[in-house]
């Protein structure tokens, strides 16, 4: 088609050029003509004729020369003006068919270099399918970064230049407590937060990028960090927020845990050393020598429990502590461990009873786990029970839970303190509970091993009213639904 179009301009340019030298060439033989006749009839003059015709001759001579030349010279011209006007169009359908390389067998190959413009139509029809391809994932990839951004549990805020909110989600808003559109000044000095939005975009590697504020009762951690636009200019700031509240608290927990332990420790090992100090450095009698010695042996006897306490504690953290979860009668194994504790209730003149209901099925958990939390609960009976007092013990189920129900008449736990026994080295009464050799861990220990066990405990109490405990563990009939 563009080698038809080139050859019509060709051959326009041709016939136009052609006409108007025809014109020219004729106008001017017939100007000499009407001289020629005018000379002969008025002067008569045959030589001037004769040289007239000479001229006229020279001319058309002179005229089919100029007509050959300008036929070549208007050949070459059409030739130069057509490859001007068609190139760009055949440039821009090699440049489709490169874009569109591998989708071209679908078009037909008896049209290649044949129909120029079927190429350039299938080109452009190729590009405005592609086009449209890459508009509907940019639309996809859009949409999926706007999901994530409104479900994520981190704030994302992204701030122009000049400090005005390009984007914002919804726990940014909840974070800061943002209920209208503000600029980053307004947003951050209400915190307090000493930051510059400047200083943050162009001084980015000598400016912290990360603070930390408090709202309300919860501490977030801000992160600010500058982005670019296409031509790598600063074009604004990114701020990342995070509720970091868990983990503060998680850390001043491991700090009073360290410091408790060290005091545990300290404490006994005070002790033993004085003790020993004076059998050493002076004379005693048999007497307060025994009686030396064996406050040595309970102390010592004392930190091996917190020592062994840890331990557990420490292998339940790590998950080292594997649970061997098996079968067992809940009944028979209470039963087993109350009974073992009858010597400690008659020293302290108590009174137990331990009722088990004949249709409580076996349970699944690790046997040697549960053993050694119904041993901590009804130690912790017996300890804080005074002479006289009683202590009861019920096996049941009900739902699908096997329960064990511990009561007591003892000392009683305030209302305030209930939710922060579970707490490592917690004790309502701190100085009665080391003098009985508690070492603080018990119930901690009792919790991480029902939880192991999917099971729950839950504690009442009132002081001088007793308390109880009630534990849940799974059954057989549990773990085979």
Partial sequence: MLKNIQIKIVLAFMIIGLCGISILGISYVYSLENMNSQITQDLGIEEISNIINNQMYQTRTMTIIAIIVFFILVLIL????????????????????????????????????????????????????ELKENLNETTRQKKQMETILLHMTDGIIAFDIEGKIIHINPAAQTFLELNEEKNFEEIFNKYNVDINLEKIIYLENWTSSEQK??????????????????????????????????????????????????????????????????????????????????????????????????????????????????????????????????????????????????????????????????LNILTNAIKYTPEGGTIKVYVGFVYNDAYIKIIDTGMGIPKED????????????????????????????????????????????????????????????TKAS
């Fill in 78 to 129: 059409g030739t130069i003006v057509v490859k001007a006007e068609t190139s760009p169009i055949k440039s821009l359908i090699r440049s489709a068919e490169r874009t569109i390389k591998g989708k071209r067998e679908d078009f037909s190959r008896k049209n290649r270099g044949k129909d120029e413009i079927g190429d350039l139509v299938f080109a452009f029809d190729s590009i405005n399918n």
């Fill in 213 to 374: 504020i408090n709202v309300d009762d919860r501490t977030i951690n801000l992160f600010f960090a500058p982005f670019k636009n296409e031509n790598e200019r600063p074009a604004g700031l990114i701020v990342v927020i995070q509720d970091i509240t868990e983990h503060v608290k998680l850390d001043s927990m491991r700090k009073r845990f360290v410091a408790d332990v060290s005091h545990e420790l300290k404490t006994p090992i005070t002790s033993i050393m004085g003790y020993a100090d004076t059998l050493i450095e002076s004379d005693v009698d048999e007497e307060t020598n025994k009686k030396f010695l064996d406050r040595i042996s309970a102390e010592a006897a004392r930190m091996s429990r917190l020592v062994t306490d840890l331990l557990v504690l420490s292998k339940y953290d790590t998950s080292k502590v594997k649970v061997e979860k098996t079968e067992f009668d809940l009944g028979e194994l209470v039963k087993y461990t109350f009974e073992g504790l009858d010597l400690e209730m008659k020293r302290k003149n108590q009174s137990g009873e331990c009722f088990v209901t004949s249709n409580v099925p076996l349970i699944y958990a690790d046997k040697s786990g549960i053993e050694r939390v119904v």
């Fill in 418 to 477: 209930l939710d922060k026994i579970f707490e490592r080295f917690y004790r309502v009464d701190k100085a009665r509970t080391r003098e009985m050799g508690g070492t603080g861990l018990g119930l901690s220990i009792a919790k991480e091993i029902l939880d192991q066990n999917n099971g729950m405990i839950d504690i009442k109490s009132e002081p001088g009213k007793g308390t109880e405990v009630v534990i849940r563990i799974p059954t057989k009939q």
